[in-house]
């Protein structure tokens, strides 16, 4: 069936440092690729999302790469701060279906000041 | 605009027991999605509806859960009787649609849910 692997499942960096989160998938037709942000005991939140038709996006400090052929896509945080600590996830959302979303496992980012 | 409201927040039940879960979703999102989270793990999707009506619940173990949305607005999701391993996060998210307009899904609180 349609999987999504994420890593790394954790990532640790100094403040001012950039983070990357990698994800691929399985569905080669997965159109839609959503990033979220979840904390402690909150809702995932979504913060940057991709379409196929498209190979990179960015805004403010945040920007998310797709790369269709190796099934993969990225997400990069630069100039980290404190408040970006939290557990990030990725998703695909695969050919058919009704807006279908599976989900990576997680990455928990730690950013120290 | 509102978001997703869910209740409870959290329940705590002995196994065997059941217990039924609350969503009401953003006004005008006809999508509304059932999702199970395992501590340390990402949301996996339990049951979709597309207003009243169930597009894909082939996630739910339907031996013991079930959910419904009857008037296409508000939705509840139910477990009888409950498992030690059903233990989680049960978050309920919102979309407008499914269209290509409509992708984005928006989550609500979610009720963590404690089977002892």
């Known amino acids: 069936g349609e999987n999504v692997e994420q890593h790394p499942s954790t990532l640790s960096v100094q403040e001012g440092d950039s983070a990357v989160i990698k994800c691929t998938y399985s569905d080669s037709a997965s159109n839609y690729f959503p990033w979220y942000k979840q904390e402690l005991g909150k809702r995932p939140q979504l913060i940057i999302d991709?379409?196929?038709?498209?190979g990179e996006k960015k805004d403010q400090r945040i920007a998310v790469t797709l790369n269709k052929t190796a099934k993969h896509f990225s997400l990069h945080i630069t100039e980290t701060q404190p408040e970006d600590s939290a557990v990030y996830f990725c998703?695909?959302?695969?050919?058919?279906?009704?807006?279908?979303?599976?989900f990576g496992a997680g990455t928990r980012l730690a950013v120290h000041p | 605009e509102a978001g997703v409201a869910q209740s409870p927040r959290y329940k705590i039940i002995e196994k065997r027991q059941s217990v039924a879960f609350w969503c009401n979703p953003i006004s005008g999102h006809a999508t509304l999605y059932w999702y199970q989270q395992i501590l340390g793990q990402g949301p996996k999707l339990l049951i979709q509806f597309q207003n009243n009506g169930v597009v894909d619940d082939s996630q739910l173990p339907k031996d013991r859960f079930s959910a419904e949305r009857l008037k296409g607005v508000d939705s509840t999701l139910k477990i009888q009787p409950a498992k030690l391993e059903d233990s989680a996060v049960y978050l309920c998210?919102?979309?407008?649609?499914?269209?290509?307009?409509?992708?984005?899904?928006?989550f609500g609180p979610g009720t963590r849910l404690t089977v002892t």
């Open positions: 991709i379409r196929s038709n498209v």
């Open positions: 998210a919102s979309s407008l649609g499914s269209g290509a307009s409509s992708y984005e899904q928006y």
């Open positions: 998703a695909a959302r695969p050919s058919g279906g009704y807006n279908k979303l599976i």
